[in-house]
């Protein structure tokens, strides 16, 4: 029996041909959005949940990682969904024409305020992992909403993780970031800008993926959960001698 007070309960059953059509434009345009994914009765108590995080902070950027984290939220519900979970194995096989694993994910819940807004923005970089759901919970309406930028589809999934290492870093460093942040402030780039709606789910691929969001103002909030799912190098023995070395 169905409980119908979950958010599972009433979350769109999405068709094959859907899915398909959400993945010819993650490949076209670099990402697809699901307009109103979220109710307004779940998403409202996602919010109730910043609201009081931030508060908690003193008005400062906060994190919370897992399901775990962010108990009786609804984002915990979200996860566990196997609506939810059906979107990402299904794209996982149109994207690597094979079964997808089993659907776990890495999740974060960041709410973006105060000083942290501007410190925790701006930072391009290549997610760890082949798909990522974004779900705005909260988003500024006036000043700087901290819109989410993207340039999509800039790299193939890496055969090798030390490939895949050396996008990284050459990304992931000063002069790199400096010249792409000058792009984006030129407004002469040709990144995807996407102004972010509450409830709305967006997805891309992360790994494959430079993105980034910008600030909000400081004594706004821009919250946004995210979802990642399927490492390509999780099994990599280079990575764990890595993380063991460290």
């Not at 974004?134 to 930028?149: C, H, Q």
Request: proline content about 5%.
């Amino acid at each position: 029996m169905v409980d119908v007070d979950t958010i599972d309960a009433r979350l769109p059953i999405l068709s094959d041909d859907a899915i398909r059509q959400i993945f010819h434009e993650i490949e076209t345009q670099g990402f697809s959005c699901i307009p109103h994914y979220i109710q307004e009765r779940d998403l409202h108590r996602m919010q109730a949940f910043v609201s009081n995080a931030v508060t908690r902070s003193e008005h400062e950027y906060v994190v919370f990682n897992g399901s775990d984290a962010v108990p009786g939220t609804g984002i915990d519900e979200l996860a566990a969904s196997e609506k939810f979970q059906s979107i990402f194995s299904r794209l996982y096989t149109l994207a690597s024409s094979g079964p997808a694993p089993q659907v776990t994910f890495y999740q974060i819940l960041r709410c973006l305020t105060g000083k942290g807004a501007a410190r925790h923005s701006l930072i391009f970089h290549y997610d760890s992992y082949l798909i990522t759901a974004l779900i705005p919970v909260t988003i500024p309406t006036v000043g700087k909403r901290g819109d989410f930028l993207l340039f999509p589809n800039r790299r193939k999934v890496r055969t090798y993780y030390a490939t895949n290492l050396i996008d990284k870093v050459l990304l992931d460093n000063r002069i790199t970031q400096f010249l792409l942040r000058t792009l984006v402030q030129s407004g002469k780039s040709p990144l995807t800008r996407i102004e972010l709606v509450p409830g709305n789910a967006y997805f891309f691929w992360g790994y494959r993926s430079v993105h980034t969001n910008e600030a909000c103002d400081p004594e706004a909030v821009r919250a946004t959960a995210l979802f990642h799912f399927a490492d390509p190098h999780f099994d990599s023995s280079l990575r764990e001698r890595l993380r063991g070395h460290r």
